[in-house]
Structure formats: structure tokens, C-alpha cells
């Protein structure tokens, strides 16, 4: 028998995230602050009506093919459960081809609203969750902080999709800065090679394990930590102003790294005030690469995805 839906209208939130880090290369992520919100009511027909406010309003889809229908169709078939007439209203607020996760929240945010609605949510863990995440996304860097919130390693293998939470020292900031143009991740999968040198894959190895030791609580090591030579190299002219703002950061001594496949730029660092990131753009960094840039600063460590019955 079909697994029974229990609640008929539910509400979930779903973080920002970045992947990579620098060295982790579809391993390493973190939540960012800024949440997309969707809420979502069942419905007695099998209409689907769809309500965007905010990023993608005018592009988006209003139908089956909407990112977040479509997870939340494929979590519900994965439990058992019957499938529904549904009117979703979202609010976007994550830039989207960005490098910031956009679409790894809006999956998220379909598996969430699904694990609400059914009766068993148990029938869907955070594991699970994960695994149906990673099948529409292909790496699952931004799903797990996505899922778990804070910064995660994330891992695939024959059994299946893996991440844990990584220790996040209170100290760590971030700050994001967000170009206006746009870079979809398949076009900037499609540059990198199929092979590297053994050298730059010995090199990233280094960085990331220090870099989980620096987030753990040793800043001062993140900018050594942060180097990469397997991915923002080779993406180097799809990213355009992203490279010369990567280039600007580091040189002035901070940990800057190309946040997920970009073109935004994350900062991690313990003090991001000194550096003149904690509410805008500094006036020096206003127009690196020709673009118009905004920051967002997060302090604290951001939760992962939340869903709740209303
Ligand atoms: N909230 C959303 N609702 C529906 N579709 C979305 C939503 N967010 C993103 N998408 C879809 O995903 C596309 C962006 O995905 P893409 O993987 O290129 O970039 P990103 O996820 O923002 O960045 P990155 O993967 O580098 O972190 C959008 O153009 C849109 O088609
Ligand atoms: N690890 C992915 C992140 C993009 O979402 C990439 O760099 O292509």
C-alpha cells in the first residue's frame, strides 16, 4: 500500500552553499547565509500552480519541470508515496549560476518538503536525502552542507553517497562576493580535463587535509590551505572577473577560493571586518574585472535544511 502523506501544507528552508572550498574539489562545502523558503500545500486535484518570488521569477518554470516539483516528485516515488496535486509558493533568494548552490537547494528543498509531508519521515533520512540529492546534481559538495548545514566532506563510492560534518571553529567567517554576470556549472565542468598531473593532485591533497585542520580552529593557516590546481586554474577564462578578483584577495593575504564552480569569490578568515568585507564591497575592490560586485558576511555557523508542517 502507498505510503500516506500526513500533512497537507509544509514550509522548508534550504542554505546557500559553497562548494569545493579551494583544494576539495567536489568534497568540500559550506552553508552560507542565505536561505531560499518554499512552502508547499497538497492538493485534493493533480494541478500543480506555482507561485517565485525573488531569483528566477521571471524565467522559472510554473510546471512539472520546476527543479523543486521535480525532487519532490522523485522523494516521494522513493518512499512509496502516492504522488499529488501540489501549489508551491517560493521565495528565491540564492543568486542562481553563481557558484552558490542554487540548484542543489532548490533539490534539497523538493526531498525536504517531501520528508514533511509523508507520513514516515524517518522513511527518508538525512542519508537518503543525500543519495536523491546527489542523482540530480551528479556531485554532492552542495547538497550535504545544503542537508547538514555548517562545513561538510562529502564522498561517493560503491555503496553509494556519504558526508559528515566538519568541526567549524566559532571564529570562522565567510564572506561572498557575487559578480552579476552568470556562469552555468555545465559549462564550467565542461573546461576541466579528464586527467591531471600527479603533482597538482599530491598538491590539493596537502591543502584540503590542511584545510580541515584550519577551519577546526587554525585561521591562520586558511590561506595557505585554500590553494588549488584542480579546477580554478583550468576554469581561469570562463570565470573572467572571477580570476582577477581570486588574484586581488590573495594577494592582499586572504583566503579567497572561487566559490563552487563561480563566479562568485568566498572568503574564509577569523577576522573579515579588518579586511573591509563585513558590509559591502570595499572601495579597492569596487569593479575588479569590470563587474559590479555585493558581499554577503556570514558569522555564524549556518543550519542546514529545515522543513516543518503548518
Ligand atoms: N530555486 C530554484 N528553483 C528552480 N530552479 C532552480 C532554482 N535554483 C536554481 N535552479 C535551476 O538551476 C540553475 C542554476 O544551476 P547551476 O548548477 O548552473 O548553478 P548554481 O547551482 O547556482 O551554482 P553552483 O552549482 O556552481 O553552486 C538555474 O538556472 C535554474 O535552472
Ligand atoms: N564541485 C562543483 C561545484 C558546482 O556546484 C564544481 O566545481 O563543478
Not at 512539472?64 to 509558493?89: F, I, K, Y
Not at 542554487?102 to 526531498?111: D, F, L, N, P
Not at 552579476?180 to 565542461?190: D, I, Y
Request: hydrophobic share 50%; with cysteine; proline share 5%.
Amino acid at each position: 500500500m502507498a505510503m500516506r502523506l500526513a500533512a497537507d501544507h509544509v514550509k522548508v528552508s534550504v542554505p546557500a552553499t559553497a562548494g569545493n572550498l579551494g583544494p576539495g574539489f567536489d568534497a568540500l562545502g559550506m552553508a552560507l547565509g542565505v536561505a531560499d523558503e518554499v512552502e508547499v500545500r497538497a492538493l485534493a486535484s493533480s494541478e500543480v500552480t506555482i507561485e517565485i518570488e525573488g531569483e528566477g521569477e521571471s524565467t522559472l518554470a510554473r510546471d512539472e519541470s520546476h527543479l523543486v516539483v521535480q525532487a519532490l516528485r522523485a522523494a516521494l516515488d522513493h518512499v512509496g508515496a502516492s504522488q499529488t496535486g501540489l501549489h508551491m509558493r517560493a521565495i528565491n533568494r540564492i543568486p542562481h549560476g553563481r557558484g552558490l548552490g542554487s540548484s542543489a537547494a532548490a533539490v534539497v528543498a523538493g526531498i525536504v518538503a517531501a520528508r514533511a509531508l509523508i507520513a514516515e519521515p524517518d522513511a527518508l533520512s538525512l542519508e537518503e536525502t543525500l543519495v536523491l540529492a546527489n542523482a540530480f546534481e551528479g556531485h554532492p559538495d552542495n547538497a550535504a552542507p545544503a542537508i547538514y548545514g555548517g562545513a561538510t566532506v562529502a564522498w561517493k563510492d560503491a555503496e553509494g553517497v556519504h558526508a559528515r560534518p566538519l568541526q567549524l571553529a566559532d571564529e570562522i567567517e565567510t564572506a561572498v562576493l557575487i559578480p552579476s554576470s552568470v556562469l552555468p556549472t555545465k559549462e564550467a565542468r565542461a573546461v576541466l580535463p579528464a586527467k591531471v598531473p600527479h603533482v597538482d593532485a599530491a598538491f590539493n591533497v596537502a591543502r584540503a587535509a590542511l584545510l580541515v585542520n584550519a577551519l577546526a580552529g587554525r585561521p591562520e593557516d586558511l590561506l595557505a590551505a585554500t590553494d588549488d590546481r584542480l579546477h580554478q586554474g583550468y576554469r581561469a577564462d570562463v570565470l573572467g572577473p572571477a580570476t582577477s578578483m581570486l588574484r586581488a584577495l590573495r594577494d592582499r593575504g586572504l583566503a579567497a577560493v572561487v566559490s563552487g564552480a563561480g563566479p562568485s569569490v568566498l572568503v574564509l578568515g577569523a577576522d573579515l571586518a579588518a579586511a573591509g568585507l563585513e558590509s559591502g564591497v570595499p572601495a579597492w575592490a569596487e569593479g575588479v574585472g569590470g563587474e559590479s560586485w555585493r558581499c554577503v558576511h556570514t558569522i555564524e555557523r549556518v543550519p542546514g535544511a529545515m522543513g516543518v508542517r503548518l
